[in-house]
């Protein structure tokens, strides 16, 4: 246990040294990574808000077949604006909350930044109440159907 602990603390300080220089860099040169981190942010807000709207549309085919089906196109037509336009919200608002650097930690980026972490998992847990689901919804139907039958080897007639 002495040895974790040892090896713990020798490696979180050059870590840290590390981490307080690569920030103090970011800072002088913020105009440079502002548009870097925005971008950041926008693939960030796609692939989170992407695989949020992918699972909802999941759930739709499994809880209302026929439904998904007459609208299939409209409902992905509309989850894709508005994971678009979540994203770049997300983009363009911590693109503005960068524009100075005597203004950081700016209220704004951390608002954005806290609601692009929290909006997917709050429409997870929101849709799984709404559908009564507590658990996991399984990835395929193969979870659900039982397993297959031993028989005799194909092509061996008795």
Known sequence: ?????????????????????????????LTEFRVGIAACALISGLV?????????????NRTAPPLY???????????????????AGGGYLTYLGLGDPRRLPDSLSVVVASFM???PFAV?????????????IPVDDKEKSPPPKRGAPLGRRT
Do not use: C, K, Q
């Open 1 to 29: 246990m002495r040895e974790i602990v040892l090896l713990t603390l020798g490696v979180i300080t050059p870590i840290g040294i590390l981490a307080v220089n690569a920030s103090a860099f970011v800072m002088r040169h």
């Open 124 to 136: 997870t847990v929101a849709a799984r109440r709404i559908a009564g689901l507590g658990g996991i």
């Open 69 to 87: 089906r007459d609208y299939r196109w409209w409902a992905m037509g509309v989850a894709t604006v508005i994971v678009l336009l979540t994203a």
């Open 48 to 60: 989170l808000n992407g695989l949020t709207a992918w699972w909802l549309l999941r759930l739709a």
């Open 117 to 119: 972490i929290l909006l």
